[in-house]
């Protein structure tokens, strides 16, 4: 089934939509194209051409909320990345290969010290790193960051499969 990428008035990316609500909101007059792109949809009298990519013709307010913290979001966060040492499943180590359950949650600032489960204060770890760092601070064991950690937010579009050429444009891919 075709869909179709829905931006606000700012061109910012909203949600994937069926191309029958793209073609209610072209009939209302709610929208416009935001590329040359089109599926045409086959009536009995008449074809239309829905763009691959519309765009509001007024701007909506989408608030942003904070996704609650949780040890499997943390690890999709960081795309099962080790934060420390960059290994990634499938990566060889000591002979092994990495999978998804060879990595675990770290705490930034050691629990025992006081440290919280939030998004900054974790992140991703593979074992062999969540151990050499043990109950110390990252500067404590002369470790670095890759990258510093921070709250996703949870109401991100997720699109799979094929991506049509024309949405790359406005998806941060």
């Known amino acids: 089934m075709a869909s179709v990428l829905l931006l606000n008035a700012s061109y910012?990316?909203?949600d994937v939509i069926t191309w029958k609500h793209a073609l209610s909101l072209m009939l209302r007059e709610c929208v416009v194209a935001a590329c040359d792109d089109a599926i045409e949809i086959q009536s009995v009298?008449?074809?239309?051409?829905?763009?691959?990519?519309?765009?509001?013709?007024?701007?909506?307010?989408v608030p942003r909320r904070n996704a609650h913290w949780h040890r499997v979001g943390v690890l999709k966060r960081d795309r099962y990345t080790c934060a420390y040492c960059g290994r990634r499943p499938g990566d060889r180590q000591n002979g092994h290969i990495l999978s998804k359950q060879d990595f675990t949650v770290d705490h930034i600032w050691p629990v025992s010290r006081g440290g919280k489960n939030t998004w900054g204060n974790?992140?991703?770890?593979?074992?062999?790193?969540?151990?050499?760092?043990?109950?110390r601070?990252?500067?404590e064991a002369n470790m670095k960051l890759r990258w510093e950690p921070k709250t996703p937010r949870s109401n991100y579009l997720v699109a799979s499969?094929?991506?049509?050429?024309?949405?790359k444009a406005y998806l941060e891919i």
């Open 122 to 135: 974790t992140i991703c770890a593979c074992a062999r790193c969540n151990q050499r760092k043990a109950d």
């Open 12 to 14: 910012e990316p909203l």
């Open 45 to 61: 009298s008449r074809v239309f051409p829905i763009p691959t990519v519309l765009r509001l013709r007024r701007y909506v307010n």
């Open 137 to 139: 601070t990252p500067h």
């Open 161 to 167: 499969g094929e991506i049509p050429a024309a949405w």
